[in-house]
């Protein structure tokens, strides 16, 4: 089965900073990733697909890239606003798959 | 403006049944292929089933395979997924999200959730 390894679990920083999330996908998705926010009572919003394509909407800030089977969610500089649970999702086979998520604290 | 509505969450007991409802705005509902994903209380999000724009495919993740059954009313704009045989595992908010993708399918919109609670 597919699984996604995302790290960290949570994260704090401050307004300003530069933050970066993970996830490992243990077999080769072909760049088939995407990353979504998530904040509580909400309905989750897709930021990233195709492992680095911008979703229409979504501030510059947030990119994504790829270096093998591992994808990296970087904000480049950290608003209150960005206060929230991040998953990735890999959607290569049938099943779509996510990761465990990381909770940014500011 | 794409939106989707969650409904028809409550509390239920195990072995019991529960029907959610999604209802579309904003795009041709009939087109895309839509899908059902949950949140189970301190979990994360995991696919559990999707139907194509004319409701001719359909498929299940293996824990709800034979309990689940997702379907849709294009006139309507409404998504549907029957939860037969309940169990406390299923648990969880439900959010209906629109399949989009030319090749592989993300969910690029999601509704707000819908809380189902399975008590044993």
């Known amino acids: 089965d597919m699984q996604m390894t995302q790290s960290p679990s949570t994260l704090s920083a401050s307004v300003g900073d530069r933050v970066t999330i993970t996830c490992r996908a243990s077999?080769?998705?072909?760049?088939?990733l995407a990353w979504y926010q998530h904040k509580p009572g909400k309905a989750p919003k897709l930021l990233i697909y195709?492992?680095?394509s911008l979703q229409s909407g979504v501030p510059s800030r947030f990119s994504g890239s790829e270096s093998g089977t591992e994808f990296t969610l970087t904000i480049s500089s950290l608003q209150p606003d960005d206060s929230a649970t991040y998953y990735c999702?890999?959607?290569?086979?049938?099943?779509?798959?996510f990761g465990q998520g990381t909770k940014v604290e500011i | 403006e794409v939106h989707l509505k969650d409904s028809g969450g409550g509390l239920v007991q195990s072995g019991g049944s529960l029907r959610l409802s999604c209802t579309a705005s904003?795009?041709?509902?009939?087109?895309?292929?839509m899908s059902w994903v949950r949140q189970a209380p301190g979990k994360g999000l995991e696919w559990v089933a999707n139907?194509?724009?004319?409701?001719?495919?359909?498929s299940y993740v293996d824990s709800v395979k034979g309990r689940f059954t997702i379907s849709r009313d294009n006139a309507k704009n409404s998504l549907y997924l029957q939860l037969d045989n309940l169990r406390a595992e299923d648990s969880a908010v439900y959010y209906c999200?629109?399949?989009?993708?030319?090749?592989?399918?993300?969910?690029?919109?999601w509704g707000q959730g819908t809380q189902v609670t399975v008590s044993s």
């Open positions: 195709k492992a680095s």
């Open positions: 139907i194509k724009g004319d409701g001719s495919e359909k």
């Open positions: 999702l890999q959607y290569y086979p049938i099943y779509r798959t």
């Open positions: 999200a629109r399949d989009w993708g030319e090749q592989l399918k993300v969910f690029d919109y």
């Open positions: 077999q080769n998705i072909y760049s088939w």
């Open positions: 904003g795009f041709n509902f009939n087109t895309y292929w």
